[in-house]
C-alpha cells in the first residue's frame, strides 16, 4: 500500500512525491512506527505535506498504479537482484542492501559517505556480515 501511496503521490509532481516520501519515513521510522498498510495514514501524511488529498485518494484506488509497481519490482530483483529494502542501486549498475540501525547524528553523513564508497565501484565486495551473535550488541 505504501508503494502504491508513493506512486499516487509521484502523480501530483517530483516535489509532491519528495515531501510525500520523506514525511512518510520520518511517519514510520521516526519514533511513531506508522503502519505503512493502513490508507487512512498514509491520507494523513499526503495532507499534511500539502498534496491534494481528492486526488490522491482518487489515485490510490486506481489499478494501474499496481502495474508500474510490478514493473519496478521485476526490474528490481531481476536486473538488480534486489531481495529487500534498502537496495542502494548505483549509478554504474552496481546495487547493494543495506540493514542499520539510526547512526549517531554527527555520524550518518560520514557513515553513509564510507558505505557509499565501499560498494559503488567495488563488484568484488559480495556481503559483509556480524557474527550473530553479538550484532546487534553495542549498536543501539
Same mark, same amino acid.
Given at each position: ?34 503502519? #505503512? @498498510? !493502513? ?6 501524511? =499526503?495532507? +499534511?505535506?500539502?498534496?491534494? *488529498? ?5 489515485? #490510490? @484506488? !486506481? ?6 509497481? =510490478?514493473? +519496478?519490482?521485476?526490474?528490481? *530483483? ?63
Amino acid at each position: 500500500m505504501a508503494s502504491i501511496a508513493g506512486e499516487a503521490a509521484k502523480r501530483q509532481g517530483e516535489e509532491a512525491f519528495d515531501r510525500f516520501f520523506l514525511a512518510l519515513l520520518r511517519e514510520r521510522h521516526g519514533g511513531n512506527r506508522a503502519p #505503512l @498498510n !493502513d490508507n487512512n495514514v498514509l491520507v494523513k501524511v =499526503a495532507e +499534511d505535506c500539502g498534496l491534494d *488529498t481528492n486526488k490522491f485518494k482518487s489515485d #490510490l @484506488n !486506481d489499478g494501474s498504479i499496481v502495474d508500474i509497481i =510490478a514493473k +519496478d519490482h521485476t526490474e528490481a *530483483t531481476e536486473v538488480h537482484g534486489a531481495f529487500g529494502t534498502p537496495t542502494f542501486i548505483f549509478e554504474n549498475g552496481q546495487s547493494a542492501y543495506l540493514k542499520t540501525f539510526i547512526p549517531p547524528e554527527n555520524e550518518s553523513v560520514e557513515a553513509f559517505e564510507h558505505f557509499v564508497g565501499l560498494f559503488s565501484d567495488r563488484s568484488y565486495i559480495g556481503e559483509i556480515k556480524r557474527p550473530q551473535p553479538p550484532w546487534p550488541k553495542g549498536a543501539v
